[in-house]
Every structure is written in structure tokens, then in C-alpha cells.
């Protein structure tokens, strides 16, 4: 079974310009997360889908930050437009809750880096 | 004060030893309880789910305290292949985001 997959593994950019990350869960996945590590700091929580719909999107930064699902199944999220700030590993995450905990299964994420 | 909080570590052991790791949560409700291992530029790996009655994996137990509202990971014999970051995750409901902590080192040495 194919893992969570994410796009680009790499992204460097200049201020101002924007950059959509791509994120496929792994199929049948219905819960999809984006976290954020900034260097030196924890992971972070930005938001959740469930299905298409947003479920939880507390830890969007601000409004440049735009995160999309349509359909449900893969993920875009898009910087526009990029600052300094927003430099560090983006991570997708994909669970399936069934009847017990939902674990989830991490992509081995987007690095990007703002100059 | 941060709601998950982690030895900050780094842990530099010699091979064979055992170690433990410790972690608290600020909020009593929380639903659920993680250790992942993240090998540097890598993804965090789900190592355990922590149960209250406590879980073992082979050399790795994980225990839940609820009281104290903290949660240990005990890594037994360790190997040079247990050098990695480990990190804590609570989730306040069972469907939803996790919350991480900072994340401890450890670097098992020959």
C-alpha cells in the first residue's frame, strides 16, 4: 500500500512569491492534516480535512495560507504570498478512523525555504 | 507554558543501556496518546499508541499516567539503531489534530 505522498520534496523561493505544496493521503484515507515545523520549534498543527470539508482550521497562520481538498481525496496548500516566516517542513498527514484511535500516517514532507 | 512539554534532552547513551523519556500534558481531557520517531530530515514514524494500562513492544514499554498526566516511553538494551528524535503527541479528541512536543534526542553510542 502506497504511503502519504507529498509534492514538492523541495521549494525554494523568493519573498513575495507564492508556492502550492501537494499532498495524496493514502487511499480510502478520509482525515488529511497539514502541520508545519519551523526550525527549532515543534510540529504544529494547521488544519484538518475531513473528506472535502474543513473540520478544524485553527492553526492556519493567516489568510495568505490557503488549503483546498476538493473532491477529497489529494490536498493543495498555497502561500501567497510567501514571507520569511513561513521558511520549514511542511508535513501532510492521512488517518482512516474507524472504530478504535486514529493514527496517523505522516508524508515525509516539503521543505521550503523563503530567501 | 506549552501543552506538551519534553525532556529536552540530548540523551547520549552507551549501547545496552536503558533509557527513559518523560512527557506532560496540560489538558486533563486529552483522548490520546502517541510516541513517533523521526530519523533526521525524515518524517515522524508512529512508534506506539500509549494505553493506560500501559504497552509494551518488545524492548520499548509506554506508560500512561493520568493523575500526573504524563506519558513515558523506556527503551530497553538500547541499539545503535535507536538513535533518532522522539517525540510525545497528545490528541484531545480521538478524530483530530495532535499536539507535539519539542522532542527529545537520542544518541546511542558504541
Known amino acids: 500500500e502506497a504511503g502519504v505522498t507529498q509534492f514538492p520534496s523541495h521549494s525554494v523561493i523568493e519573498k513575495g512569491q507564492t508556492v502550492t505544496l501537494r499532498c495524496d493521503p493514502i487511499s480510502g484515507h478520509d482525515n488529511l492534516y497539514w502541520y508545519r515545523r519551523v526550525m527549532g520549534k515543534e510540529i504544529k498543527f494547521l488544519l484538518h480535512?475531513?473528506?472535502?470539508?474543513?473540520?478544524?482550521e485553527s492553526g492556519m497562520p493567516n489568510n495568505r495560507f490557503l488549503a483546498e481538498r476538493t473532491g477529497g481525496t489529494y490536498s493543495t496548500l498555497k502561500v501567497q504570498p510567501a514571507e520569511l516566516e513561513d521558511s520549514g517542513v511542511y508535513f501532510c498527514?492521512?488517518?482512516?478512523f474507524g472504530t478504535g484511535t486514529d493514527t496517523q500516517y505522516f508524508g515525509p514532507g516539503t521543505r521550503l525555504t523563503v530567501l | 507554558r506549552k501543552e506538551v512539554e519534553q525532556d529536552p534532552g540530548p540523551f547520549n547513551v552507551p549501547e545496552g543501556a536503558t533509557v527513559a523519556f518523560n512527557c506532560t500534558y496540560s489538558?486533563?481531557?486529552?483522548?490520546?496518546f502517541f510516541w513517533y520517531r523521526q530519523d533526521c530530515r525524515k518524517e515522524p514514524k508512529l512508534l506506539m499508541s500509549v494505553y493506560s494500562s500501559g504497552n509494551e513492544d518488545g524492548r520499548f514499554t509506554a506508560q500512561l499516567n493520568r493523575a500526573s498526566q504524563y506519558i513515558s516511553l523506556l527503551i530497553r538494551d538500547s541499539k545503535l539503531s535507536d538513535s533518532a528524535t522522539y517525540l510525545c503527541a497528545v490528541k484531545d479528541t480521538n478524530a483530530g489534530k495532535s499536539t507535539f512536543g519539542d522532542g527529545t534526542t537520542l544518541t546511542v553510542k558504541p
Open positions: 480535512f475531513v473528506k472535502e470539508s474543513k473540520q478544524d
Open positions: 498527514a492521512s488517518s482512516f
Open positions: 489538558n486533563s481531557a486529552s483522548q490520546s
